[in-house]
């Protein structure tokens, strides 16, 4: 297993952080994206939020690649979808200069 943890920002806006908070609660993921991420190899995700920012965790198993992902989700019409409802709420990270999305935190501690 491979952990893997990312940071994004929500827009500061309370409607629309509860709006997405709604999106995540588990009754709300639409079944292509629990789907899409289950196939890719990941087999643990969880979101924390704090104020407007956002903490995700990742698990993977030996099969999961970054590049298979995006090709996946690339040709998956529901994730775009689901990418682009999403982007209402989302902003990228102050100092990220492409507007990517979620960016990949690097690990500095581990009590193990």
Same mark, same amino acid.
């Given at each position: ?16 952080? #509860? ?42 198993? &030996? ?19 689901? &990418? ?21 935190? #690097? ?6």
């Amino acid at each position: 297993m491979t952990r893997y943890c990312f940071a994004l920002d929500l827009i500061d806006d309370p409607t629309l952080i #509860s709006e997405y908070e709604q999106w995540h609660k588990a009754a709300n993921i639409w079944p292509q994206i629990k789907k899409s991420i289950m196939d890719a190899g990941i087999t643990q995700m969880e979101i924390y939020r704090i104020s407007n920012r956002l903490f995700m965790m990742m698990d993977t198993d &030996e099969n999961f690649s970054f590049i298979k992902k995006m090709a996946q989700d690339a040709g998956n019409i529901k994730v775009q979808e689901w &990418e682009k409802l999403m982007w209402k709420y989302q902003q990228p990270l102050p100092w990220v200069k492409d507007g990517a999305k979620w960016v990949l935190m #690097s690990k500095i501690f581990s009590l193990a």
